[in-house]
């Protein structure tokens, strides 16, 4: 490998050259260069729907360009297929997850290139072995013959960063695989990606944490409504430049109002679930954020689901507005004005092939409503205006919603949840996949909201989300409340010494 | 030589085949082109078949083919009703739509193809109905009675079992009209014969397979059984496997079947079969002669009125077939394929 | 809209919304213009009237499918249903007279979609097993009412109503136009349509939002065996009769029809338009057949080839 | 491992998997029970043989459906396949002998399911369209091929393959239980057979990783066609006979076992030991109301209902 390392510095591993794609008449990617060198890893930023997954999925076999050409070790390639790209080496981790969730870790990891026996069965006791190898070298901690249908976000993108890790790849590419990862598995990632980097791989990586691409990468290419507006090495730029690139417009210094509280708007008293999380007790009053940390696993989620009514409490009592409630299903939390914005969009937020419009109303329907009949109009001028003031970007709200990029998808559900108008709003990783300029616009609309008199209860797994927003941030650890700490107490350094100590 | 739909016979084929059908004689009609008004303009009859899910209704078109064959003038438009009342009515309004001179009809079921056959009236063509009748007005009706030939074959039951015995009884599919009208005559015959008991009764759908599993279910509860009475000879023959399989061919159970092939009847001769109920097919040729002859403005001989609106002709009646006049009717029933060989012999 | 620039799509994304009936309904043209080349009896009022009278049936049992398979589900029993709502008007008919025959066949599939409901949307036992279970089980109470024979029906009202003609129209065929806006008009304008292709769409997520999933799949099965039942009216008054066997198979006929109008089984989406123009393509082809005399056996064959042709068409045809 | 204390989950989770088949054998014992008591004929020797040889054609079929199912898919020719492979068999034996009779009705049997697989896999026709018109169109092939007469077989090697014993045990249920474990192999033991687990829990996911999902999703329907023609064998050598209209309506049957055996509509999860035991339930359900004498009208509402129970029953057992 080092020997060739010269040579290919000259020819770049993977390269599209006037690279043209788009949808029907929707141009999204048009006259792009893009060039991944052996031992480099590239930055790919830009905003939500500038076409960075677009990018990668003509990388990887998914898309056919429509204009311009590809290259594999300049050699100029047609990929008809994924299947065609792992043969050359080209191996995508997709922004979607994309894991079959019946079969177990060790299959999800090998599936399509399962090791086999002189008779060409499956080789199980090989796959099982190295499944666990590769598992403990990126420190995951499941059990491999687990379907990975039951394994929470991260470690199912934890999984498929082993599965692309087993395919021996030349050229690996990394759709915003930190989204769903808290800090210190953060760690594990670029650790492994700078020991493949080593190993001579060219990595491309698209996250939306600028940090991110200024710890790991070396190049960075910007990426602004399908075309280039910037390349450079890493060492050359700063942030302002990026931002500059990606978005063309500055962000005003953010300064915090003193929030006032009111009464206690949702209580929880011992709540428990077996197995899951134990005597959960804390309160959020009207106007009030209490963020709820803690490492990937902590219980976070279950908490949640819980109070909506999703799953069944084991123990501990609901108050809400200082009544007891019992919460069945998440139409009854609808009702006494509850709404949550799931972490997992993919599966529990979008309504993936019916129109933006649909997504952001369904659950508000109560409002365009009358004797029964729904005004098609007022809903529209509605959505019209809520994608405005959210600014999705889609070719319109009649397109489906899946056809949106990752962000886009993710306003729509925060529009969705605002348009009930809720005394509670519990958000769950609600910037994950979000550009930054977007994230601004979310920490503003929560702010609102909060100013309003709403109560938010915020999970995240950004530390600097957590802290910017929250008024009090409840520290979960293995299902129980680590610690309860004020706006003054919390940092980085307290928050993670109580959500990760050795129990 | 073109082959025609369905039997997929040529004309040569289905003359030869005409020579042994059972009611030439009735309704005689020179061979040759067909004149209306001394005209020989082409004619077009249409055919709405039950269905052609069974070879005993392929035979009863076999008879028409092998009539229209005869007369170079006269087409055959052939409709398959899938067992279906709803889809038969639909095609016999899309034989009209198609314009044809008149209609001969074989029903699903009796009083459901009412509207189809006002349909046809209305648009004053002749009308035809074959094996089952229709309660409203038509040109003719042409058929034998399902009650009446069960009633024959349950009367042979009775008196080969002396007037006592256990008997099971495998109907055809449930719910259509011979399976029902086959199961009353056999229940007028069993009123008289009280020692007569019916241990069990299941639906063969007149075929072979729900049969076999029918009888080994049936021989392994019930520990004697006299006699087999089915409304099909193919689940007469299903009903066989299973006593050989069961190795009960040394009980004599007899069987007692309906369908009237040629193969029921070389089974009877040879005493697998007590008794066939001898339903012949073979009036298609009958039904269409009656169309040409309404078409010509000749009188029909034998059409007498009767209980429902509308002519009926009388057929002669064909006896049950047992071992005393199986070797009269070789040859007569239809279908020329051999008999399945009795297992339990 | 700030974002114009980059996506000139409203246009492409219209055209490609309108082209996913566009392609049903160039389909139907193609074989309308067909069916005229081949015979010119085809394009006559009296045929086209036959054509509308004879899907009249299996149409309205499609509009139910719709509901049904628009949240993912299925619903084998809709035959059966139609088959026990039948006897019932036949049997009830002399005693009790012609509105509570039928308001009692009614409830009767109204209630056995009521049952189909609460298995799958409360029992969570599987829509294919539940229904299958039902086709079972409507077919047997039908069977066991009549004993097995047919009731005749001797009632001029309903005959007239089944065979009759509302400003040149026959009746039947403006049962299933109502059925059409009704349907369409609940799936598009109601908060339980726009709910039913949530469902479909994700029903895991429908649930997040509020969305009474259960109580709306279980409705839309009582949808689907309330209008087997009006089927089942259309079926007895035409044919002036009530037999256990009737609507045997034509669960698989509505599906196709449902299918080929471009609503996918794996719900969330489709629409009652579709599903009426997949009805047109089904009964036009059938009658074309017809009227040309096809060998019924050639007739499977070409049946068989035609609607898998069709649908490919179609998909075609929606992709550019 | 770290997280054992709030997962404490292996043990349940391995308890959980197997249970997803317990539900199905504790269906089977409280049934086998029953029958048991019902009738003292139940449990004999000569009674239990004749259950395995009576399932034997419809567990053929439900493993080739098995595979389809597990893709997401359904395949509604087999019933179909099964008729034309019989028709083939019959037809060929006299001039051709036993040996190419049967491999051509075979071949006959695995090309439709190529078409099937084709269709579906490549041209992108959803799954229940193909195979519905394969249903129609190799039906059509039968009644075409055959005039619509059964033609009979009299070949005594043949009849005897369908009727006779090997080591006691009747040698359609040998042929049905060789089907099953060589199915259970190569779902279990193979890269293909994992990788049709993969299509239908995510077929996405399977292609990004390289499955050749076209391919493999058009091979599952050549099995299922494969396996229709062999249940035509056990057919017409049980019968004696080759009959256009053989296995109509066998696919819902097939279906049912599949899905009674706990495989999920859905795609991705479910096993042909889980098939097998379906195929039990409804085989011993069919011998015990046929061994009590029930009325044939009361035993389709009793099937009826007790398959929608057992479903349920499996369901709550696997919940626990
Ligand atoms: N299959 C498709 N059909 C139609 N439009 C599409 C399709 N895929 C993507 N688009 C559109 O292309 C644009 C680029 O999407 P893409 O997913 O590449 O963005 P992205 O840069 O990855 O955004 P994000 O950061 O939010 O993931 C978006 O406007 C999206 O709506
Ligand atoms: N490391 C792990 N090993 C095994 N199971 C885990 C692990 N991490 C999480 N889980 C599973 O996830 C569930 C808790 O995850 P949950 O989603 O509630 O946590 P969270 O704090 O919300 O994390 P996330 O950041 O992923 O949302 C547990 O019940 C467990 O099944
Ligand atoms: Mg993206
Ligand atoms: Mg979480």
Not at chain 1, 18 to 24: E, I, Q
Not at chain 1, 186 to 193: D, E, G, H, I, Y
Not at chain 2, 220 to 249: K, M
Not at chain 3, 80 to 97: C, D, K, M, N
Request: charged letters at 20%.
């Amino acid at each position: 490998m080092p020997l060739k390392l010269n040579a290919s510095l000259v020819t770049p591993l993977l390269a599209v050259r006037g690279l043209g794609k788009s949808f029907s008449g929707n141009v999204v990617l048009s006259d792009l260069d893009f060039a991944v060198h052996a031992g480099e890893v590239q930055a790919l930023v830009g905003e939500n729907g500038a076409g960075k997954s677009t990018l990668i999925k003509v990388l990887g076999g998914v898309y056919q360009p429509d204009r311009g050409e590809l290259l594999v070790e300049g050699e100029p390639t047609r990929l008809r297929s994924p299947r065609d790209a792992l043969a050359r080496g080209i191996v995508v981790i997709q922004q979607e997850l994309s894991l079959a969730p019946h079969l177990s870790a060790e299959e999800n990891i090998f599936l399509g290139h399962f090791p086999t026996t002189r008779f060409g069965t499956v080789a199980r006791g090989e796959m099982r072995r190295r499944a666990a190898e590769l598992l403990d070298s990126l420190s995951i901690e499941i059990d491999p013959s687990v379907p990975v249908g039951r394994l929470s976000i991260a470690q199912q993108q934890m999984v498929e960063i082993a599965k692309a890790i087993s395919l021996q790849a030349k050229v690996l590419v990394l759709d915003e695989p930190t989204a769903v990862l808290d800090e210190k598995r953060v760690a594990t990632l670029f650790a492994l990606v700078a020991r493949l980097k080593a190993q001579g791989l060219g990595i491309v990586f698209i996250s939306h944490h600028l940090e991110e691409v200024f710890r790991i990468c070396d190049r960075v290419t910007v990426l602004r409504d399908g075309r280039k507006t910037g390349e450079a090495p890493i060492g050359e730029i700063d942030q302002e430049w990026l931002v500059a690139r990606m978005i063309g417009r500055d962000f005003p210094a953010h300064a915090r109002q003193a929030r006032r509280f009111g009464k206690p708007a949702l209580e929880l008293r011992g709540l428990s679930r077996r197995g899951e999380f134990e005597d959960v007790s804390f309160a959020v009053h009207e106007g009030e954020i209490v963020g709820l940390a803690g490492l990937v696993g902590a219980g976070r989620t279950e908490v949640a689901r819980a109070i909506v009514g999703l799953a069944r409490p084991s123990a501990g009592t609901i108050r809400l507005h200082g009544q007891d409630v019992r919460i069945d299903d998440p139409g009854k939390a609808a009702r006494l004005g509850i709404s949550y914005l799931t972490e997992d969009r993919k599966a529990q937020g979008l309504l993936p092939n019916r129109p933006v419009r649909e997504n952001a109303t369904i659950s508000s329907l109560g409002r365009f409503t009358r004797l029964g009949v729904l005004n098609l109009v007022k809903e529209r001028i509605y959505v019209r205006e809520m994608i405005g003031k959210l600014d999705v970007r889609s070719a319109g709200m009649g397109t489906e919603i899946r056809y949106l990029s990752g962000g886009n998808q993710q306003k729509v559900l925060i529009g969705r949840a605002l348009a009930v108008e809720p005394k509670v709003l519990i958000v769950d990783e609600p910037t994950r996949g979000v550009d930054i300029g977007a994230k601004q616009e979310i920490y503003a609309l929560i702010e609102q909201l909060v100013a309003r008199g709403v109560a938010i209860v915020l999970i995240s797994s950004e530390m600097e989300e957590v802290l910017r927003l929250s008024d009090r941030i409840v520290v979960l650890r293995r299902g129980r409340v680590a610690t309860t700490l004020s706006r003054e107490e919390a940092s980085e350094e307290t928050i993670m010494r109580s959500a990760a100590l050795a129990a | 030589q073109e082959r025609l739909p369905i039997t997929n016979a040529t004309c040569d084929e289905l003359a030869a085949r005409y020579e042994k059908l059972p009611f030439t004689d009735i309704l005689p009609l020179d061979a040759g082109p067909v004149a209306i008004d001394g005209e020989e303009k082409p004619l077009t009859i249409g055919f709405s078949q039950t269905g052609f899910n069974h070879p005993w209704r392929v035979s009863m078109l076999e008879s028409l083919q092998a009539e229209a064959c005869r007369h170079p003038n006269v087409e055959l438009v052939v409709l398959d009703g899938n067992v279906d009342v709803a889809k038969q009515n639909n095609d016999v309004r899309d034989l009209i739509a198609r314009g044809v001179d008149a209609v001969i009809m074989s029903p699903v079921e009796s009083a459901a193809l009412v509207p189809a056959a006002r349909a046809v009236m209305n648009e004053g063509l002749p009308l035809v109905v074959l094996d089952r009748d229709v309660p409203t007005d038509k040109t003719l009706f042409i058929g034998q009675s399902n009650v009446t030939m069960a009633e024959g074959v349950a009367q042979k039951m009775a008196d080969d079992l002396g007037g006592k015995g256990k008997i099971v009884v495998i109907t055809g599919l449930q719910g259509s009209s011979p399976a029902v009208d086959r199961n009353k005559g056999m229940e007028n015959v069993l009123e008289g014969h009280p020692d007569i008991e019916v241990l069990v009764t299941g639906d063969g759908q007149w075929i072979r397979e729900p049969a076999v599993k029918l009888m080994e279910d049936w021989l392994t509860a019930y520990p004697e059984i006299d006699a087999v009475f089915s409304h099909a000879e193919e689940s007469s023959w299903g009903a066989q496997l299973a006593i050989a399989r069961a190795n009960r061919c040394g009980d004599g159970i007899r069987h007692y079947t309906f369908d009237g092939s040629n193969a029921g009847f070389k089974s009877v001769k040879a005493g697998t079969f007590g008794a066939d109920g001898n339903y012949t097919p073979f009036i298609g040729d009958i039904g269409l002669r009656a169309v040409l002859y309404t078409l010509t403005g000749k009188e029909i001989p034998d059409a007498q009125d009767y209980a429902e609106p509308g002519k009926t002709l009388v057929l002669p009646d064909s006896p049950v077939v047992t071992a005393a006049n199986a070797d009269e009717w070789i040859g007569r029933g239809w279908g020329d394929f051999e008999p399945t060989p009795d297992p339990c012999r | 809209m700030p974002h114009e620039a980059t996506h000139p799509g409203y246009g492409a994304m219209l055209r490609r919304i309108g082209a996913g009936r566009l392609g049903g309904l160039i389909a139907l043209v193609v074989l309308i213009v067909i069916a005229s080349l081949l015979s010119d009896r085809f394009l006559t009022v009296p045929n086209l009237l036959n054509v509308l009278r004879q899907i009249a049936i299996v149409g309205i049992l499609a509009m139910g499918m719709t509901f049904v398979i628009l949240t993912a589900g299925i619903d084998l029993s809709i035959g059966s249903i139609l088959g026990l709502s039948v006897v019932l008007y036949a049997g009830l008919l002399e005693s009790w007279g012609l509105p509570v025959a039928i308001t009692l066949g009614m409830l009767a599939g109204a209630g056995a979609g009521l049952v189909n409901g609460i298995g799958v949307a409360y029992a969570g036992i599987p829509a294919f097993i539940m229904t299958l279970g039902m086709l079972s089980f409507a077919r047997g109470l039908a069977f066991i009412y009549t004993g097995g024979t047919p009731i005749p029906i001797l009632d001029e009202t309903f005959y007239n109503f089944g065979n009759g003609y509302f400003l040149g129209i026959p009746i039947p065929a403006l049962v299933l136009i109502a059925t059409l806006l009704a349907s369409a008009f609940v799936l598009g304008m109601t908060p339980f349509g726009r709910s039913v292709y949530g469902i479909g769409s994700n029903e895991e997520a429908a649930r997040m939002s509020g969305v009474p999933v259960r109580l709306y799949k279980t409705v839309v099965y009582v949808i689907s065996g309330g209008l087997a039942a009006l089927a089942g009216v259309v079926y007895s008054s035409q044919l002036g009769i009530g037999t256990p066997i009737a609507g045997q198979g034509y669960e698989l006929d509505a599906i196709a029809a449902v299918v080929v109008g471009g609503t996918s089984l794996f719900g969330g989406k489709g629409s009652v338009w579709g599903t009426f123009i997949g009805t047109l393509i089904i009964g036009v082809l059938a009658n074309t057949l017809n009227l040309n005399g096809v060998d019924p056996f050639v007739q499977q064959l070409v049946k068989g080839a035609l609607i898998v042709v069709a649908v490919f068409g179609m998909s075609r045809a929606n992709r550019t």
